[in-house]
Each structure stands twice: as structure tokens, then as C-alpha cells.
């Protein structure tokens, strides 16, 4: 079992009467790439800001390692950041940016130099020393700032939406070079983002927050497949939430149809939410549980984005079968495939 580096002891924070941060509390596991995902406004660059020792808790205490580093400054934590604005110096080249901690801490000229050229190569970045930072890609000059924190050993490194200024494509390679880089290093990464697909591709622990609180803790699947409430299974990906009656266990009524179901432990006749993702409908033109009426209809490249009207409820559908507009589909759904939630506010 992985032992906790940082814990986050309920952990106030308010901006005048604007609550930021609510009695939070949080655990991250030694060497796990752990992400704080939700909205804008939500509390997770405050939270992460309050890791680093950038922002004082209101209340509350930061743990590291068994030890309350509540009051230390950012440059006595074992722990370094990354920004969305890189903050590198331009009037530095790419050695003396990677090495300007090392200098500070007086490391002599031979370790800072060894260091530095295996930060290089670990962002693939090799010869790279005496590049100027401005003849660098927003892609080269991301890899610049995380050679720059990990040179350091840091225990941890602090990531806030570093891949917020890059284009799509280049988004996306770096998702993958930034997991790689953090499993061959064998350290904790505490990630920053808004971005589902960030969050869902890098991720061994997703952590989704809403207005200053933990709605849900869990592994990628977990979170997609299994939201705890109506908010988690809006904001991870699309979601048709529908409300439902729990008659019984494994036994389902929603839209005018009772469907088995794999979930248990409600009441009975208990009001539910229901979630069933956009890929699980299936449509069809033979004996279908519901019926509906296409209203919309988009190519997405690898399947077809439907609008389905069943009974006045919006069905978002995706499928590789093009249905026309206007035409009346089938849909069945599976029961291993239907969701049930208790009912919650959905802020």
C-alpha cells in the first residue's frame, strides 16, 4: 500500500465571503499522478497553490511527509511548481534556466552541470544547453520548465494547467510525455486542469471538485463509469441524466419503461438519477425497450451524434449507424450500462 506524502487537513480558505475552499481534505499517495479536476472557480489552483506554500489556509494544516509545513515558505518544501505561464528567463538560455535553482542552493559548477544534462534528456531536450529561450516552440519551452523543477530532486512537483497555452495537437503529445516522464522519474505529479480528456488520459487518481469540495475520488474508470452524483457524470464527459423510480433491486423505471439494472440498496419506489453515456445507447429497428424521434443529427469522424426526442427527453446518442432526421429509432440500453445515483444537487 503507497504511503501519503501530502495530506491536506481541513483546509479553509476564504476571499472575503467568497468560500473557496470548504473543510477540505485530501491524501496524495507516494509516486501517483494525481489531478484536480473541475470548473473554473472551483478551489483546485487554491489548493494547489496552498500545497506549494503560495497561499496561507485560512485553517487547517498542510502535511508533508508526517510534518505540518503549514508555515513554511515555497522554497523550504520538497516540492516544486509548474505554472501555466512557464516563467522562464528570456534573457537566459536554456542551461542557466534549468540550473538557476541549482546556483541559488550553491551546487558546485560539475553536479549542476550532470544534473542539467540528465533534466535535459529525461524532456527529451538532449544538446538543448545553449538554445535561447525564445527560439524555443510553447512545447520546448514547457519541457524547459519541468526540466527546471525536476532538476531540483523535488519530492513532488506541482502542475497547474501547464498545458493550458498549447494547441490541441501539441496538447496531446505532451499528455503522453508528461505520463512518461513522471513514471520514469517515480514521483508524485499533483495536476492541475478543466480538461476531461487531460484528466481521464494521465491520471492514476482523478480528484473532481466543485465549489471548494471533493465530489468524487477515484481512478479514471471509476469517475466515467461510476459517478457518485449528478455533477461528476455531467462534467466527465457527456451524459443523459434522466430522473428514475427504484422500484426494487435490479429493477429500474425511467422514460415509461422498467429496466433491469445492476444496482442495489435503495428503497423501495425510491427516487433516483439515472446517467446512460451517449456510446452505451444502442439503436435499432427491431423489438426496442423505448422509442424516439431523431432531431438532430452530426458526424463526429468516428461515430454519429444523434439528438433522439423520446417522450419530450433530449437523448444525446452516439453511434456508428446514421439515422436520418425525423425518422423513428429504437433504443435499448443494457443493464450493466445504466447508472443509478441517489438523487443530489447538482451545483
Known amino acids: 500500500m503507497q504511503e501519503n506524502v501530502i495530506e491536506l487537513r481541513n483546509i479553509n480558505k476564504a476571499y472575503d465571503d467568497d468560500i473557496i475552499l470548504d473543510d477540505f481534505n485530501l491524501k496524495v499517495r507516494r509516486n501517483e499522478f494525481l489531478t484536480l479536476l473541475g470548473p473554473s472557480g472551483c478551489g483546485k489552483t487554491t489548493t494547489l497553490k496552498i500545497m506549494g506554500g ?25 516540492l516544486n511548481t509548474v505554472f501555466q505561464k512557464y516563467a522562464l528567463f528570456p534573457h537566459l538560455n536554456v542551461f542557466d534556466n534549468i540550473a538557476f535553482g541549482l546556483k541559488i542552493k550553491k551546487v558546485n559548477n560539475a553536479d549542476i552541470s550532470k544534473r542539467v544534462k540528465e533534466a535535459l534528456r529525461l524532456v527529451s531536450l538532449k544538446n538543448f544547453e545553449n538554445r535561447s529561450i525564445e527560439s524555443l516552440s510553447g512545447g520546448q519551452q514547457q519541457r524547459v520548465a519541468i526540466a527546471r523543477a525536476i532538476v531540483n530532486e523535488p519530492e513532488v512537483i506541482l502542475l497547474d494547467e501547464p498545458l493550458g497555452a498549447l494547441d490541441l495537437k501539441l496538447r496531446q503529445v505532451m499528455q503522453v510525455e508528461l505520463k512518461k516522464i513522471q513514471q520514469s522519474l517515480g514521483i508524485t505529479f499533483v ?50 441524466i434522466v430522473k428514475g423510480i427504484m422500484h426494487e433491486d435490479y429493477q429500474v423505471e425511467f422514460l415509461g419503461h422498467v429496466f433491469k439494472c445492476v444496482d442495489k440498496g435503495f428503497k423501495k419506489d425510491e427516487v433516483v438519477d439515472i446517467v446512460v453515456r451517449p456510446e452505451d445507447v444502442d439503436l435499432t429497428s427491431s423489438e426496442a425497450m423505448l422509442k424516439g424521434v431523431v432531431k438532430s443529427e452530426v458526424f463526429k469522424g468516428v461515430h454519429y451524434e444523434m439528438i433522439v426526442d423520446v417522450d419530450g427527453f433530449k437523448m444525446i446518442v452516439q453511434s456508428t449507424i446514421n439515422k436520418e432526421i425525423g425518422s423513428t429509432v429504437g433504443i435499448n440500453i443494457q443493464p450493466d450500462l445504466i447508472h443509478v445515483m441517489k438523487v443530489g444537487v447538482k451545483d
Open 54 to 78: 503560495f497561499e496561507n489556509p485560512d485553517s487547517g494544516k498542510v502535511i508533508f511527509e508526517g510534518k505540518d509545513i503549514t508555515n513554511l515558505e515555497p522554497y523550504e518544501r520538497k
Open 191 to 240: 495536476f492541475v486542469t478543466h480538461d476531461q480528456e487531460e484528466a481521464l488520459s494521465m491520471s492514476d487518481t482523478i480528484v473532481v471538485m466543485n465549489n471548494g469540495k471533493i465530489q468524487q475520488i477515484g481512478t479514471p474508470m471509476d469517475v466515467y463509469n461510476e459517478p457518485k452524483n449528478a455533477f461528476v457524470a455531467d462534467f466527465i464527459g457527456e451524459s443523459n
